[in-house]
């Protein structure tokens, strides 16, 4: 494993896991997870050198950092875990969002306890919330650092004017917002605010959701009940125009005897050294292939190849829903 920093001195695998998919889920997001295999999985990772590893509050809700905690227990040096709050939730699920101080100490307190670790060295806004100024929620975030409960401070999906009130508020050591191959949009404004504001840079979905790994050749290959069949970008209309920069993804992979999602995310880190990608994953097979990608190295020609494929804004659809959509960039 390589290693990168995030922020001025916050030192992570160049490369972290994003453990969303091993429990409560479900199978209607990436397919059922085995429990045993999810934990396997996680050991392996700590064994290969990763050490970012990637919760929430809101996956299951609780049962996702339940499992990270359980699987860390005993194995808690070097391991960097971030994790996110700021949803309202039911036994029906998300309600909506809430980043009040009182919300904020709640869900730190509760994410301790689950996850079994005296401090969340990352802890996230998960989404920003419109109804509560992003300093009151980022100044009862910096009282938990001088409480010793959180190490480093950072933000989810947050729009450009956000990022800078809240770098004002308390230093903020990463961003983690959708980037890959078919999402560049943060290129054009969020990536050089950060870049300026010396705020590392998290992607999560470095594979598009799946679409970039080849593997999925129609929506055929979705099981039913799969969240992506809604996807806007795996649509009837958009998945053949979308499968185009796959095809440029499989023919530099087959050239590096690599596979297309090692490409993928080689691709990515080839963005910056402030980039650290936290691909998904569930099972101990896929994650040895993803952490591989920090060992290919892709020529200029190569990322000209990708660069064309795969434009800014030309990914066929909206990358989510209308609602989802709504709670990002604020």
Same mark, same amino acid.
């Given at each position: 494993?390589?290693?990168?920093?995030?922020?001025?001195?916050?030192?992570?695998?160049?490369?972290?896991?994003?453990?969303?998919?091993?429990?409560?889920?479900?199978?209607?997001?990436?397919?059922?997870?085995?429990?045993?295999?999810?934990?396997?999985?996680?050991?392996?990772?700590?064994?290969?050198?990763?050490?970012?590893?990637?919760?929430?509050?809101?996956?299951?809700?609780? &049962?996702?950092?339940?499992?990270?905690?359980?699987?860390?227990?005993?194995?808690?040096?070097?391991?960097?875990?971030?994790?996110?709050?700021?949803?309202?939730?039911?036994?029906?699920?998300?309600?909506?969002?809430?980043?009040?101080?009182?919300?904020?100490?709640?869900?730190?307190?509760?994410?301790?306890?689950?996850?079994?670790?005296?401090?969340?060295?990352?802890?996230?806004?998960?989404?920003?919330?419109?109804?509560?100024?992003?300093?009151?929620?980022?100044?009862?975030?910096?009282?938990?650092?001088?409480?010793?409960?959180?190490?480093?401070?950072?933000?989810?999906?947050?729009?450009?004017?956000?990022?800078?009130?809240?770098?004002?508020?308390? /230093?903020?050591?990463?961003?983690?917002?959708?980037?890959?191959?078919?999402?560049?949009?943060?290129?054009?404004?969020?990536?050089?605010?950060?870049?300026?504001?010396?705020?590392?840079?998290?992607?999560?979905?470095?594979?598009?959701?799946?679409?970039?790994?080849?593997?999925?050749?129609?929506?055929?290959?979705?099981?039913?009940?799969?969240?992506?069949?809604?996807? /806007?970008?795996?649509?009837?209309?958009?998945?053949?125009?979308?499968?185009?920069?796959?095809? &440029?993804?499989?023919?530099?992979?087959?050239?590096?005897?690599?596979?297309?999602?090692?490409?993928?995310?080689?691709?990515?880190?080839?963005?910056?050294?402030?980039?650290?990608?936290? /691909?998904?994953?569930?099972?101990?097979?896929?994650?040895?292939?993803?952490?591989?990608?920090?060992? &290919?190295?892709?020529?200029?020609?190569?990322?000209?190849?990708?660069?064309?494929?795969?434009?800014?804004?030309?990914?066929?659809? /909206?990358?989510?829903?209308?609602?989802?959509?709504?709670?990002?960039?604020?």
């Amino acid at each position: 494993m390589k290693y990168r920093t995030l922020g001025p001195d916050f030192e992570v695998s160049a490369l972290g896991l994003g453990c969303m998919p091993m429990a409560g889920i479900g199978k209607g997001m990436y397919g059922e997870a085995n429990v045993d295999e999810s934990i396997a999985t996680l050991h392996r990772a700590i064994e290969l050198g990763v050490t970012l590893f990637d919760t929430a509050e809101i996956y299951g809700p609780l &049962v996702n950092e339940e499992l990270l905690g359980r699987a860390i227990r005993g194995k808690r040096d070097g391991v960097v875990i971030a994790t996110k709050f700021g949803f309202r939730y039911d036994d029906n699920g998300m309600t909506g969002v809430d980043s009040t101080p009182d919300n904020v100490r709640r869900a730190c307190e509760g994410s301790l306890k689950r996850l079994g670790v005296e401090t969340i060295d990352l802890f996230y806004q998960h989404r920003v919330d419109p109804n509560v100024p992003i300093e009151d929620t980022v100044g009862a975030m910096g009282r938990l650092v001088e409480e010793g409960k959180v190490r480093h401070l950072g933000l989810s999906e947050a729009g450009v004017e956000t990022i800078r009130r809240a770098a004002a508020t308390h /230093p903020i050591a990463a961003l983690q917002s959708e980037y890959s191959l078919w999402e560049r949009d943060v290129e054009e404004a969020i990536l050089p605010a950060c870049r300026e504001l010396d705020i590392g840079f998290v992607p999560y979905s470095p594979l598009g959701r799946g679409f970039l790994t080849g593997q999925i050749t129609s929506r055929d290959d979705l099981p039913e009940g799969d969240y992506r069949r809604n996807d /806007p970008r795996y649509s009837d209309e958009n998945f053949a125009r979308n499968m185009a920069m796959v095809d &440029v993804v499989k023919d530099i992979a087959a050239a590096h005897d690599a596979s297309p999602a090692q490409v993928a995310l080689a691709w990515l880190l080839a963005q910056g050294d402030d980039i650290v990608p936290i /691909p998904g994953s569930k099972r101990r097979v896929t994650l040895e292939d993803s952490m591989k990608a920090v060992d &290919v190295a892709l020529t200029a020609d190569d990322l000209a190849a990708l660069d064309a494929a795969a434009p800014r804004g030309g990914t066929a659809g /909206p990358r989510y829903g209308e609602r989802a959509m709504a709670m990002t960039r604020l």
